[in-house]
């Protein structure tokens, strides 16, 4: 039941808004991974990001899609925490781990073993929009375990502008949506991380943003 | 069809004719590619099929019903708009300003709709003018606020005060006491007077683009205003507009009600400002360091790339033929 839900409610609404509403600039939308087990990495600005995201691995490849979410912020209330996992279908990640005994990667963990593609924002928060920060190194973790898993990157710019953090307006405008060459694990942490911060650089340097120039 | 009934005959044959039109550069883009494989029209290919949507579209939305019609140019205001403002930078602390600019298109299009004039005119330049910058104080920020108001002012006049004349057009009825009196080709073609004004000035725009275009490929050396558009000569603007106003001759007193004089006239007026709408959004998109406004056409570019023109013809042609008939 749940599942019909999910799927209508990304087929009318998710869909008719992002693509309508809003309107997306895709570009190489073929590299996105076509089944999982795989990973799925991009810059954080508002709570669209998802949204665009899922809406371009479209409804065949809906049931295999979770975003990883921070359990702290969406499982706040019983209402939210229903909605977060039944129909966005996110797999809650604990922020702050305060006990060491649980793995706080079993849930992606379990989800990559079952084949399914992740949807991860390694910023850890929608931040000042349109402004990037620099990716924890949590995914570094996950590859390492994972080390034959791809992951994509993937720049979006404009979702910041459309809904940033702490407004609940929608003001339409397009978004760009550059995807990169999959990524994988490359034996060491740090190098893993240049790898992907490199290659988000090259993304984000593929379109000039407009700015007024300083006054 | 009954889908075109309340149309003239004269539109439903107009569309027809475009589409020959469109065939036959579909037939030439075949047949040069026979002769020369290794030619790369791709993009051409693209801008012919993309024209193919496009007067579908627009065909079908007249189709329908007036209110289709009008509600579909609201949608084309509704992408130029937001492609303008995709394209410029604005600030953060605008971002509810910007939303009540958003909703002035289904307010102004609901004036039209609805064919009360004198709200539809003023709206825009009067209300929004004053109401938007009244929004913007009161949040406060003062830091580039004359920025701010004049692009997000600017693109609403652009995109959407002036595009939403070409929609008004349909509810024009000449009166008895009109400057110019109405010549009809028959009774049944009075019912979609305002349909057949709409459809004459997107074809003569988008045909003068196109004949502007081929002509400056192929004469005039000297160029008009190279700052801005490097492709555009002299002899390119002239024949240009030549063409247009012949089309325009040729068409105008056939499909609408107006006489020849008044064909001709509204042959060189859109002739002249779809060549001033054209410049006045390159010099945007110049000013702003990119080739296309947009991705959403794909061979022509944006929205506003395509009606660029159609932003200065419409309300000109309009206020023409309010003037002689209205």
Redesign the interface.
Known sequence: MTDLLRFVYFLFIVRPVILIVIGLNVRRANQLPEKGPAVVVANHNSHLDTMVLMTLFGMRRLKDVHPVAAADHFLRNRLMAWFSTKIIGIIPLEREVKGVRRDPLAGICQALDDDKILILFPEGSRGAPEIRDEFKTGIAHVAKRYPEVPFTPVFMHGLGRSLPKGEGILVPFFCDVFIGPPVHWTGKKDTFMQTICDAMNELEAEKEIPRWEPS | MSLFDHLSTEICLTFAAIAGLLLLANVILILRKRADPDRDDTELVLRVRTWWIIVGCFAFMVAVSRTTAVAFLGFVS??AF??F??????R?AD??V??WA?LAIPFQYCWVAIAWFGMFVIFIPVYMFLGLPTRMVLIGETK?FL?AIGTVQWGLMTTVFSLSHAAMLMMIQPGDSARVPAVWADEASKASGGAALLVLLVLLTQFNDVAQFCWGKTIGKRKVIPKVSPGKTVGGLIGGIASTVALAACVGPWLTFLDLPRSLLAGLIIGVAGFAGDLSISALKRD??VKDA???LPGHGGVLDRVDSLTYTAPLFFHFIYYCYG
């Open positions: 509704f992408l937001k492609e403002l995709s394209l410029i930078p604005t953060r971002h509810r910007l939303f958003y580039g920025r702003l360091g947009g991705h959403t």
